[in-house]
């Protein structure tokens, strides 16, 4: 039967893989161009036996067959190797077979004298090295070599090899250090030698690891024993040159002495001393050669230093001394110096200059330099001392102690010309006797001055915590401390005073500060009011002054008055400011009452009464009348007082038209704090004046005489004796002098005349002399301080009444303990004790019987 052409094409196949199969080769080791035509043909191979006929047509096949047998044959054939791939042919269609290549048999043989000629070479390029001449032969052939024999396992002979050259070379070099002698020349040359020696080691190590590393690439890395090229030279470096007890004495004292040299003031050589530190730190040997020593040496020159330089110079210019210092020795550590060094020296410099004076600089000149507000020179030393430990916890207690003393004590000269330099065009009444002035808070003769001084001092010291201090909260809390602290050392005035230094300046005619100054001062006045311990006495003297500027229309700005009474409320609370508040009410209701009032009294009078309408036509009063809530408003004393018919006419009509509305009020009349407007005939021409109620009284005794002794005044108008005869000197001895008195004199006394003073002159039309109403009287501050008492006494009594409630049996130290957490006034235990006597007769408590110090409560 014949053959189909798949048939006889597969037989073909079949029988060219038999030959194929039958001239196999072995590739000779020595041969790399048959190796690469084995890598160059393999994916052809591979191609070959992946040939599927089953998916390609018969003269397909026959082309790929034909195309690919030159190829094979011509690998086989010129490359010598040995095929495999006959046996790819009878596998089935789509298999193949990896390609095995056999390794050497043997590795290339060494003559025999090969180590001993190389290491040779090697010696001499070493040997070059060390005395810096040419070497023989090429890195390239140098560094083959060493790969040499490295792979043939003569690492260790080499590495042994090499560092014996290498010590004998640097066992050498020490003879240079020896003999030498000390002086400071010879210490700085033998520096440079030292320095000298140690560069060519480090240029001759690197060029030698250059050469040999291969070594230190294999052997070095897989035996952790094994120290590096690198670190084998400086091992050899440190253990035969450095280590020498003398080299390594004189290398230190040369460096000691060209820091302290540096530290002097003279030019050194930094570079060297970078080098020859960099040795050190290099060698591990830094800290223990050369830093402990180093310290030493500093802690030694700085103790010195700073206790000569604290005898000899002022803390200003010492503090700057300092830190130059720590400027300076922060330099040498950036430059030459280790940085592990850094922490230790700084700290020691620090504590020598700073730590063991801190003391004494603050007690030299601390108060000195807050004196003359020397800010630059504070703010240095608030630094500087915060780099030390305790620093600024003691420069923040002397702060405290400073603040203390100086407002407790007048202000130097020094201070008093920083306050006018930093408070320009205020005006300051502060005297100087021997180094301080007189008392701030203590004496009676600085009450006039003492607020001014108060702010003026907190301004000063309120710049120094910002610009020098940095705000620190502890000098911040520390300065209230303190403040609190010699504010109350007198109780109950500073209070009084702040209250009445409030109403200078919302007075009328306080013309000093514009609305945005104002505020800004009531700001600060309500910070010393929160020192204060006894602000009742505070409230007490405030709501006196505030009548006053309310009644008399004395206040210079209602928004003022209203932001100060906000600020208060803000501050203590709403109790605290009721009845101020109340005050302002009754102000505004008055107005409106006042209002209805006049429409009232003009109907009445047209209506009712043509002869009081006449009479108002002929005298042309015009009364106002302020309605005043007692609980409100500070207690006068009643005063009967004869005033003019017509005046008394419209305060009946008043009492019957408020009355009508208001049934079941009593109308008490207070002339205390009333005022008038008086038209008066002089030579020179009309005035207008105006007086209080008991001046226009006086005044208007002289329409009917002239001449008039005291006594007679005094009975006519029905005005106490102390109030007449201050408003007779008001009349007679001020700078209005609308009455003569005669005899003339300040004082009035009994049987003193008065005449109307029809000469009288002056550039204004309408005259003030009603000013003595502003004016406080003794009495009255008395009797405000006395009711600020009564009133403590209430609130005492009312306290331990509430803890006795509660407690029902307590000791007496727990209940003045309890009495102290809830009053907020200051009290002395004698006045406690004498409260709890007056419950215990009134039968609120008793005392025990067995225990005198224990009490019980009387329900």
Known sequence: MPFSNATRKKASHDQQDTERSQRKRRVSGENRQGLAGLKRHKQEDSDFCHSDPAHHSSSQMDESVNSRKPNFSALVGSNGLTNRASSLANSKPGTAKKLVIKNFKGKPKLHDNYKEETWMKLRGAVDAIHKSTSIKYSLEELYQ???????HKMAVMLYDSLKVVCEEHIKHQITQFKGNSGDELDSVLFLRKIN?????????????????????????????????????????????????TSVQTKTVDGLLLLIERERNGEMVDRSLLKSLLGMLSDLQIYKEAFEVRFLQETERLYAAEGQRLMQEREIAEYLHHVDKRLEEEQDRLMFYMDQSTQKPLVSCVEKQLLGEHLVNILQKGLHQLLDENRTDDLKLMYNLFAKVKAGLETLCQHWGDYIKKMSRYGI????????????????????????????????????KTMVQELLDFKDKVDNILQSCFSSNEKFINTMKESFETFINKRLNKPAELIAKYVDSKLRAGNKEATEEELERMLDKIMVLFRFIHGKDVFEAFYKKDLAKRLLVGKSASVDAEKSMLSKLKQECGGAFTSKLEGMFKDMELSRDIMVHFKQYAQHKAKGVDEHIQHQKDSISIDLTVNILTMGYWPTYIPMEVHLPPEMVRYQEIFKSFYLAKHSGRKLQWQPTLGHCVLRADFRAGKKE??????????????????GFTTEYIKQYTGIEDGELRRTLQSLACGKARVIIKTPKGKEVEDGDQFHFNNDFKHKLYRIKINQIQMKETQEENVNTTERVFQDRQYQIDAAIVRIMKTRKTLTHTLLVSELYNQLKFPVKPADLKKRIESLIDRDYMERDKENSNQYHYVA
């Open 145 to 151: 070599a060493v790969e040499n024999m490295c792979s």
């Open 196 to 244: 000298k020696c140690w560069q060519d080691h480090c240029r001759q190590m690197i060029m030698i690891r250059s050469i040999f590393l291969f070594l230190d690439r294999t052997y070095v890395l897989q035996n952790s024993m094994v120290s590096s090229l690198w670190d084998m030279g400086l091992d050899l470096f440190r253990q035969h040159i450095i280590s020498d």
């Open 412 to 447: 130097q000269g020094s201070a008093l010309n920083w306050f006018q330099s930093y408070l320009p065009g205020r005006k300051h009444c502060t005297s100087i006797n021997g180094s301080f002035g007189s008392t701030i808070v203590i004496n009676p003769e600085k009450d």
């Open 689 to 706: 004046l105006q007086v209080s109620l008991f001046q226009s009284l006086v005044l208007i005794m002289f329409n009917d005489g002239d």
